[in-house]
């Protein structure tokens, strides 16, 4: 089994910037495709950003420019940097870890509980 842990949520005006943060339970970024997806009330899943195993990252149209993902591999720990938001950026973000081989110990696909980004002014 593998938990992530969300935070870093919470209300910012337009403009502002917030940092999610992504625990993963144990170092699983050598056999995994990290991401953030994010959803909004009566909306579908959507995919925020990615960072592959080898550092390689991946960006929806909608937030080039002004999210950035990283990871730190000694803490296990993965980060959206949220630049310029946007009221259409409210949603439920999601961490998420894809596994990328066949592993026993690392479930094909896990998901943290979800964090609450506003931005309304």
């Known amino acids: 089994q593998v938990q992530l842990v969300e935070s870093g949520g919470g209300s910012v005006q337009p403009g502002g910037s917030l940092r999610l943060s992504c625990a993963a339970s144990?170092?699983?970024?050598?056999?995994?495709?990290m991401g953030w997806y994010r959803q909004a009330p009566g909306k579908q899943r959507d995919l925020v950003a990615i960072?592959?195993?080898?550092?390689?990252?991946n960006y929806a149209d909608s937030v080039k420019g002004r999210f950035t993902i990283s990871r730190d591999n000694a803490k296990n720990t993965v980060y959206l940097q949220m630049n310029s938001l946007k009221p259409e950026d409210t949603a439920v973000y999601y961490c998420?870890?894809?596994?990328?081989?066949?592993?026993?110990?690392?479930?094909?696909?896990?998901w943290g509980q979800g964090t609450q980004v506003t931005v309304s002014s």
């Open positions: 998420n870890a894809r596994a990328v081989i066949s592993i026993p110990s690392i479930p094909p696909d896990s």
């Open positions: 144990r170092n699983i970024f050598r056999f995994t495709v």
């Open positions: 960072i592959t195993s080898a550092g390689n990252t």
